[in-house]
């Protein structure tokens, strides 16, 4: 710990400095506002999150190398600054949809949690050391957990908390221990040592393969992997719609980020292994998401079943293990992070008018808000992987990576699901656009920020799936640092 | 530089869609006129793209590329030759006639055209792509507005039954032909999507043979081969007049032409493999489509397996692999999709005025609406097979390429010709010549003047491609020329 | 004048075409505007007609006034029309009676717009086949005849009546005949489209006067789609011929024609009889002869067998009616066999004497049943229109009530019959002359025939007797007009016409003796 703390070294850490300081600013201005101005914090963090993006899109773009700073704890390289922007991305626009509801928009506390956690993703992407992501994680899930069971007065958002709570100890205990268990046998907690260790032989394959499982574990809970994906139903049935939205874009993009770093950068020799096991996982947690999605006449167990067949489908991605594999990982994240937003944005807005999250009670949306409406087809069909929206693009990428790995039983099963996928999707378009009911008349009124983040995700759906160079651009930079 | 012609009849609709999309859903009537006036521009340009083509330098032309992706070589690349020239003006054609008819869309006209504008834009993309990519892409998005057209503005019926189950159906195909599309990418070492490149690819014969199936049966679900042409019918019977147009009149080419483009086409050794079986389905298609046509009591249900025939026979003319039985599916595409628009158009004037297609509940319609009436025979005469209409223009050479494929399989399909015969003639004699019910007397009033010049438009392109086949044959035989060329002159 | 002396076949052709088009825009209701636009437009026709036929040379053996235009260049067929004799007694037998049965249907009153277009339409249908020398555009013609046709039947024709078909519905008897007709000759022509397919992908070309050479200069011992020549030409030629026979008719294939012709109105009638069956002879002898010399000569005992039996069994079922047009529909079956009957000759005596004084009647039987048969059917009209009843019992003893009208019946009867004078006898009797000659199997078809002439007599006699003769029905006294100018204007020139060809045969026969000596 010799080396002084240079200016690289700074930059590397510029979004999680920035955050922290809105975070003290959010406090502070909860400490002086008055009950009826705090909803503004919410322009405050949004707003803040905004400077702090564009902030480190100018300042803190990494090089063309990959540079360990802070002692090797961390990786200062476009993987983990791609999802960083991500992240700052979501939160800010999870902020403007959450502004307006009162009992969370006017707490600053929520605001508060939402940015540590946010720290805490920045981070766990960037870990390049054991300890470091343990560390991570834990900061990103525990304020987690406060946010899911908000809503005090609400039993379900209790519930909620507390499942989330239990389950993320557990799994976050197990991978602990699949962390001890690498660094006794291998003698570093540094990522990109192991990989020598492993290479040198130094683990027998199935203590490896044993330690590999318990880590396993801890990431697959945090994408709602099966088998560890059933606290996600219930989980964001409870929690407050914004955070379950935040929950399923930010923090399982977060997830993806490390299990792809960690597995490319650990396990490089033992690929086809941990392929298959991969893609095992991918195919069970694609097909059962989409199945019991079928069955839900709740819109946010629905998005919440699909958001686990979702992520079968990025892990699809993530078995090929190869370059166009994990470009389109990447790829996926971006897209699915917009339109899943979305798809929550409005769901939420609805409620806040309705106090219903059933399925049923969406009959004549558009007729009582045609905008609304046409914002939840889109979001919906981009889900479903409909042209000219993102969902398409992302879906071919991942099928065309595992088709070029040779893995074409994989993509086959992917494009069934996503078949699937489109019929409940559909179902749901259908209360929409077809069914009336006798409130045809009352509209759904959508409060200015809102409005706005909507606007921002709907165009973002579309610019995202015609204009696709850019971000796949992107996507391949960032995806290349893993080779 | 040349104006992007092509560029400008593949957006101007979805431009239009936004566009109504702005007006305030209670101006029905500039929504309407909107409405009009683009798809009067697209038809317009389609038209003059159709007779600009120059048949003496051939191949593609209007092309344009831009680079959409340049690391998978996606690129947005467009142009026409003699092969889908004609889907375009027919395109244009069903879109024009469609809004005529669907004039009194009164349930939320705004978002009914707006979609129905976004399908057009999905079926001239696929009809100018020359990469593969694109062609998916545009695929799609020609696929799913259908869902919420049929399920909004559909027959209360069946409709939501008929859109879910037309929708997973085509949805299927094209995620099936997609992962064919993507192995053909990566096997092809190119890295580029472009399909004029591809067709120089190379592919050894025993990827062709394994791959072929799935991409040729994945789009020609949507062409409606036997036994996957089951949706069609039902979707046809659910969707409202205009969307069933649509559906028929072009959607079902946009089957038969991807699997064309991209199994024919690209996979020629894999054609040449799997012909004789396929063959097979389409004459099954062909005859028990007509069989069942000819006992339905629902006038739209007649008229939808009439299709599922006459799509057989597309896919008859292609899988002979020759030139006549080519030029014949070509002209085939063209002539069905016209005349089945006029059927469909027909069929929604007489159950908006009767409330029902019961063929036994019908009569006497030629009283009140002479014009229809002819119109209608005219369509009847197309789909026999009667010489002097486009019908006979497409289908005798098709037969003939059969027959140099395989002669008892023309003689087979020729049984459909009877078929259809008696089918159309008792609805012809039965629902426009028998006795009107006394019910309906009284209130049947004759169609608006827009229905007529609708229905003038597509009946006179049936009788000028009938009487005047060089009006179209020369191009698509310059485009089958291609093809045949791709084939190794067979 | 270049102009109509280079392109005449054309617009003889299209002239009821384009007639039909401005009767399609003239208001509706002016029906009489509409009548009269109708026989003036068949009238010139029937002068560009008339022009052909003096300007035709008969001593050239070719064909002549060809015309060749760009059609459907995809499958190497064209716009391919030129007559020769045979074809130009049938176009003037055609561009005849057209205006002749418009004339006749001046008493229509219900849509006459359509009805006259259509009539019209179907002229061009008629005239297309006798005109074309390329075989798909032969087919063209061939079927879109059947569509006017078959409205004509459907629209037009008698109100009373009901049919049951299967699962005891009862459909109009009009509906079922016409549904009758056309899936009747459509199922027939089945087998010639396919026929005429693989003629084309054999020939690599439609054009007639090619594919006579080259489909018979066919290597006998070669194959086509796997089958010897021999074979498939066989079987192309029965494809043929039944197509041909049905619209002929020939029994067994001749069911259809009585219910159409019971159904029809009066002027569908007469161009059904007048030139409608006529085109299956055609077809015998413009395609079958030229295309299947040999398949024609090794199966003309069958055909001559099938016509022998049309002789007899029409003669024998007209014979039996008691509806006055069901009578004279089945004289139809009885006529035409004739003209097999001379076909078959020929086809099997091929280049003998024999064979082309066959021909010759056969061909002169053609045109004058064309004449015979329109003017029975009109006759039988002129008299339901008055009494609307075609029942034979209904009559009797008429004659004092119409002089004009029962004489014109019984010299229109005579000329059918085949009284020596009239034009009946000429063209039965060469054809009877011809058939005498050829072989051993033929003079025995030939005596079997004269049998059937002799119930020719007998029904047309019974007609003449139960119509005109006999006691007297008192109910038609006072009710029963005479016969009115129009009405004799209709018959005057088919009359005089049998009077000439019957006197002085040699005005026609001079036209098509040429042609059929070329046929071989």
Same mark, same amino acid.
Do not use: C
């Given at each position: ?48 999150l ?24 961390l ?6 600054f ?58 990103t ?26 389950f ?16 006794g ?16 032989g130094a683990?027998?394959?199935i ?20 088998p ?16 379950a ?42 097909t059962?998401?989409?199945?019991l ?67 049923k ?15 939840m087809?889109?979001a ?40 699937i ?18 409130a ?7 409060a ?36 | ?15 239009a ?45 209007f ?23 004609p ?19 009164d ?26 990519f ?207 628009a ?7 004037m ?9 063929i ?5 319609f ?82 608006t ?42 | ?30 029906? @009489? ?12 026709t ?8 003096f ?56 849509r ?75 199922a ?16 690599? @070309? ?63 009638s ?14 015998f ?21 099938l ?21 004279v ?32 009647g ?17 006759l ?23 002089p ?7 010299? @229109? ?30 003079? @025995? ?74 046929l071989?």
């Amino acid at each position: 710990m010799s080396e002084s703390i240079d200016l690289t070294m700074t930059l590397a850490l510029l979004p999680e400095i920035l955050l922290l300081v809105l975070a003290g600013l959010v406090l502070t201005f909860d400490l002086i506002w008055s009950e009826d101005r705090k909803r503004s914090l919410g322009w405050l963090t949004a707003g803040g999150l905004a400077v702090t993006l564009v902030v480190s899109m100018i300042f803190a773009r990494p090089g063309e190398q990959a540079i360990f700073v802070w002692g090797g704890m961390l990786r200062y390289d476009w993987l983990g600054f791609t999802f960083q922007m991500l992240f700052l991305f979501g939160a800010a626009l999870t902020a403007l949809l959450a502004m307006d509801v009162k009992e969370l928009g006017s707490r600053g506390e929520f605001y508060i949690l939402m940015l540590v956690s946010t720290i805490g993703m920045s981070l766990m992407v960037s870990s390049a050391d054991l300890i470091m992501l343990y560390l991570a994680i834990e900061t990103t899930s525990i304020p987690m957990y406060v946010l899911a069971g908000f809503f005090k007065q609400d039993n379900k958002s209790t519930e909620a908390g507390f499942k989330y709570l239990l389950f993320g100890a557990m799994t976050s205990a197990i991978m602990l221990y699949g962390f001890s268990l690498l660094f006794g046998y291998a003698g570093t907690t540094d990522i990109y040592n192991l990989a020598f260790a492993i290479q040198a032989g130094a683990i027998e394959t199935i203590p490896l393969m044993g330690s590999l499982f318990l880590v396993l574990v801890g990431f697959s809970f945090k994408i709602s992997a099966v088998p560890f994906h059933f606290w996600a139903p219930d989980v964001y049935e409870g929690a407050p719609t914004p955070i379950a939205g935040f929950l399923s874009t930010a923090s399982k993009a977060a997830g993806f980020g490390v299990l792809i770093r960690f597995f490319m950068a650990a396990f490089p020799t033992i690929s086809t292994e941990w392929s298959n096991i991969i893609a095992i996982v991918a195919v069970a947690t694609m097909t059962l998401g989409n199945f019991l999605a079928i069955t839900q006449s709740n819109i946010k167990r629905m998005l919440a079943y699909s958001s686990i067949a979702h992520a079968g489908y990025i892990l699809v991605g993530v078995a090929t293990a190869t370059p166009l594999g994990m470009t389109s990982v990447v790829f996926y994240l971006i897209i699915y992070l917009v339109t899943n937003l979305a798809a929550f944005g409005i769901v939420f807005t609805f409620w806040r008018t309705e106090r219903s999250d059933e399925i049923k009670s969406y009959d004549g949306f558009s007729r009582r808000a045609p905008g609304l409406g046409l914002a939840m087809m889109v979001a919906f069909l981009s889900l479903a992987g409909m042209p000219p929206f993102g969902g398409f693009i992302a879906k071919v990428l991942v099928f065309a990576a595992a088709v070029n790995a040779d893995m074409v039983w994989l993509a086959v099963i992917g494009v069934l699901n996503s078949i699937i996928g489109l019929y409940y999707y559909l179902i749901v378009l259908k209360h929409v656009y077809l069914y009336r009911t006798d409130a045809d008349e009352k509209p759904v009124p959508v409060a200015v920020p809102a409005r706005i983040a909507l606007i921002i995700l709907t165009f973002g759906i579309v610019l995202l799936g015609v204009a696709f160079a850019p971000w796949f651009h992107w996507s391949t930079t960032a995806a290349s640092i893993l080779f | 530089m040349q104006f992007p012609i092509i560029s400008v009849i593949v957006f101007i609709p979805i431009l239009a869609g936004l566009l109504i999309l702005l007006i305030p859903s209670d101006r029905k009537t500039e929504i309407r006129v909107t409405a009009l006036a683009a798809a009067a521009f697209a038809l317009g340009l389609s038209a003059w793209l159709y007779f600009s083509y120059d048949l003496g330098v051939g191949g593609y032309q209007f092309v344009e590329q831009y680079t959409w992706l340049k690391e998978l070589g996606i690129s947005y690349h467009v142009g026409v030759d003699g092969m889908n020239v004609p889907l375009v003006l027919l395109t244009g054609v069903v879109m024009f006639t469609g809004v005529l008819i669907s004039w009194g869309v009164d349930d939320r006209p705004r978002e009914f055209f707006a979609f129905l504008f976004i399908l057009a834009t999905g079926v001239f993309g696929v009809f100018v792509a020359l990469d593969m990519f694109m062609l998916f892409f545009f695929y799609e998005i020609a696929v799913f507005p259908m869902y919420l057209l049929i399920v909004i503005w559909g027959w209360k019926v069946s409709r939501e039954y008929a859109a879910m189950k037309l929708t997973l159906y085509l949805f299927i195909g094209s995620v099936i032909a997609l992962v064919g599309a993507l192995a053909m990418y990566f096997a092809s070492n190119l890295g580029t999507f472009d399909m004029i490149a591809l067709e120089g690819a190379g592919f050894s014969a025993g990827f062709q043979k394994f791959w072929f199936p799935f991409v040729f049966m994945g789009f020609a679900i949507l062409g409606g081969i036997w036994p996957f042409h089951n949706w069609s019918p039902d979707g046809h019977v659910a969707a409202p007049t205009a969307v069933s147009m649509f559906h028929a009149g072009v959607l079902m080419k946009l089957g038969a032409f991807a699997a064309l483009r991209v199994g024919i086409m690209l996979l020629p050794e894999g054609a040449k493999f799997w012909m004789p079986f396929i063959i097979l389905l389409t004459i099954v298609n062909v005859v028990y489509g007509a069989y069942i046509a000819m006992v339905q009591t629902d006038m739209k249900y007649v008229i939808g397996f009439s299709s599922v025939s006459h799509m057989g026979l597309v896919a008859m003319g292609f899988a002979t692999l020759n030139r006549e039985g080519m030029i014949g599916a070509g002209v085939q595409m063209f002539s069905h999709g016209v005349m089945t628009a006029l059927f469909f158009a027909v069929v929604g004037m007489i159950y908006d005025r009767a409330h029902t297609r019961q063929i036994p509940e019908l009569g006497g319609f030629s009283k009140k609406m002479p014009f229809v009436t002819i119109a209608f025979i005219i369509g009847g005469l197309v789909s026999m097979g009667m010489p002097g209409f486009s019908g006979f223009v497409a289908e005798f050479p098709i037969f003939m390429g059969v027959w140099k494929f395989q002669p008892w399989i023309a003689i087979l399909a020729s049984i459909s010709i009877v078929i259809t015969a008696s089918y159309i003639i008792r609805i012809i004699s039965k629902v426009f010549f028998g006795k009107m019910p006394e019910a309906y007397a009284d209130h049947i009033h004759d169609v608006t003047v827009l229905d007529k010049v609708a229905l003038a438009l597509l009946a006179g392109i049936l009788v000028i491609v009938g009487v005047y086949p060089s009006i179209m044959v020369p191009l698509v035989e310059s485009g089958v020329d291609n093809i045949l060329r791709l084939l190794g002159g067979a | 004048m270049e102009f109509i002396e280079s392109n005449l076949l054309s617009l003889i052709l299209f002239s009821p075409l384009a007639v039909a088009l401005v009767i399609a825009l003239l208001p509706a209701k002016e029906k @009489t505007l509409i009548r009269w636009v109708a026989l003036i437009g068949s009238l010139i026709t029937l002068t560009l007609s008339l022009y052909l036929w003096f300007s035709f040379n008969p001593n050239w053996q070719v064909f002549q006034f060809e015309e060749v235009r760009v059609w459907y260049d995809a499958i190497h067929s064209s716009y391919h029309v030129g007559v020769d004799g045979i074809s130009l007694a049938m176009v003037l037998l055609t561009t005849l009676l057209t205006p002749l049965v418009l004339l006749a249907s001046f008493k229509i009153d219900d849509r006459v717009k359509a009805y006259m277009a259509l009539f019209l339409i179907l002229e061009t249908g008629m005239l297309g086949v006798f005109l074309s020398l390329d075989l798909l555009l032969f087919f063209v013609f061939w079927e879109i005849g059947l569509v006017p046709m078959f409205f004509l039947i459907n629209q037009w024709g008698s109100e009373k009546g009901e049919r049951e078909l299967w699962g005891g519905i009862k459909v109009p008897a009009r509906a079922y005949a016409s549904f009758k007709f056309m899936i009747y000759t459509m199922a027939g022509s089945l087998g010639l489209l396919l026929a005429i397919q693989l003629i084309g992908i054999v020939g690599a @070309t439609f054009d007639l006067p090619l594919l006579f050479e080259r489909w018979t200069s066919l290597d006998p011992h070669s194959t086509i789609i796997g089958l010897p020549v021999g074979t498939v030409k066989t079987i192309a030629f029965w494809a043929f011929a039944i197509a041909f026979a049905l619209k002929v008719p020939v029994w067994p294939f001749h069911t259809w024609l009585p219910d159409a012709h019971t159904e029809a109105p009066t002027a569908g009638s007469m161009i059904l009889a007048g030139v409608l069956l006529k085109l299956g002879a055609y077809g015998f002898l413009r395609l079958v002869l030229p295309l299947y010399p040999e398949q024609a000569r090794q199966y003309s005992g069958v055909l001559a067998f099938l016509a022998v039996l049309s002789i007899i069994f029409g003669a024998l079922s007209s014979f039996g009616q008691t509806d006055f047009k069901r009578l004279v529909a089945y004289s139809s079956v009885n006529h035409m066999g004739f003209v097999v009957l001379g076909i078959a000759a020929a086809a099997f005596a091929q280049g003998t004497e024999s064979a082309t004084i066959a021909m010759n009647g056969a061909v002169l039987q053609m045109f004058n049943h064309g004449l015979s048969a329109a003017g029975m059917f009109f006759l039988v009209g002129v008299i339901y229109e008055r009494t609307h009843t075609r029942d034979l019992n209904q009559f009797g003893g008429l004659f004092p009530l119409v002089p004009v009208y029962g004489g014109i019946l019984i010299f @229109t009867s005579m000329a059918s019959l085949g009284l020596p004078g009239l034009n009946g006898f000429v063209s039965e009797f060469l054809v009877v002359r011809g058939t005498w000659g050829v072989g051993w199997a033929f003079p @025995t078809f030939t005596a079997l025939a004269m049998i059937g002439l002799f119930f020719t007599g007998a029904y047309i006699l019974k007609g003449i007797k139960m119509v005109l003769h006999g006691p007297l029905n008192e109910k038609w006294v006072g009710h029963l007009s005479e016969i009115n100018t129009r009405e004799i204007i209709v018959m005057a020139p088919l009359m005089v016409l049998m009077l000439v060809t019957g006197v002085w045969p040699a005005w026609i026969l001079v036209v098509i003796n040429k042609a059929v000596t070329a046929l071989f």
